[in-house]
């Protein structure tokens, strides 16, 4: 259901801003017509912290790892750092019980630095540098997800001799198609991530881990994509991985004792929208696992998942300035203080957006608009044909829910703006976490003449 496919007369659009399903649990209304998460009214936090401004709503954060822990009390559920990561975020994971999965030497180097334990710790990466590597095994991180051939024996020559093996698992790609788009769809056998099973690949590769004593085969990992809203695909790739599970047994008499099912569970961008059911994915994939399990006289392996975008994504709001509104070829631009940089996943995946006008009342009638960007490029639209009031004015402020994952921690500096600050907001306080990118700080790069 888009807007632009069933859109009525754009006159009598009906306001959803009034549906906060999509919004932090906190989120209420505020005094002068606004809204406020974590009891920090939006437009206080603003004139404070100033536009473009991120706002994590912490205890947000908290009760979905919480959520998450309660659905799967005998997994290991490991948030998936990529999605954000900051120092205190990296707190909040740890001290809710939950392990990190990193993919960079940066990353891991953050996460360890700010006291999370190594051991609590995966590796990912489909080209890991060697510095990565490196930073892992002097690090202790508790598995290095292995994602190629060549990967093995350059990991291994990092062990010492006589040290704890490493301990590794597999990534193999289950051949299941499933994520919102093509270019997050990761569990079929013709992108980059992964060892195919039905190549041979996967199985080579565990002959060879198990040829080097500097390294411990743990399981078998895989993720079949992101923004997948069915539980069908997980049981799917559940049942390929018990498969080569018992082959392996059969061939090495090697019983393996973890599985790892990756993330990717969907969340709702806009009102109406679907998300993945955790607690039915958590019923179905512990039915399988003991079925499949038994099926092939296995012992039932512990679990592992890697929720990123589930974790944080709807605990993030994302507040922008209005600058201009035009009115151009029979249309409304509202132009904003962030756009492609602060937030590329409308440009790169085409994802819809639900912003809303806060800090004031809207009094107004509303029709559809499109929010673009303050970036040189004409492919900056951060959310086309949305409703806002026809009284939008420069000096509004809009905000967009669901902004918490993969907005910045894919954020770039294009055109020499900075990068936003991010704030916590808890129990009616504001926190700064991350500071506002200064020029400054851009120009300390550049060295040259
Ligand atoms: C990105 C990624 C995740 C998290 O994906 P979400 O869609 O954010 O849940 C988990 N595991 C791996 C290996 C990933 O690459």
Redesign the pocket.
Known sequence: MSIVTSAPPASSVLPPEDDLSVWPASTDAAPGGDLSVGGVPLAEAADRFGTPLYVLDEDEVRSRCRMYRAAFPDADVVY?A??YLSRAVARWIREEGLGL?V?SAGELELAVTSGFPPDRILL?GNAKSPEDLRTAVRLGVGRI?IDSATEIARLATLVPPGDEPQRVML?VVPGVVAGGHPS?R?GTDDQK?GLSLTDGSAQHAVDRVLGQPGLRLTGL?C?IG??VTTVKPYLAALRRLIGLMARIRDQYGIVLPELDL????AVAYRPGESALDITALATRVRAELADGCARAALPVPRLTL?????VIGPAGVALYRVLAVKHTGGRTLVAVDGGMSDNPRPALYGVRYAPRLVGRARTAATTAMDVVGRYCEAGDILAADVPLPDDIHPGDLLAVPVAG??HLSMASTYNMVGRPPVIAVSDGTARLLVRRESLSDMSARDVGE
């Open positions: 998936a990529k999605a999965d993919c990912h997800v990534r997050i990761t991530f990992h993720h992101s923004q990756g993330g990717g569970h890697e929720p990123g975008r589930a994952a993969y």
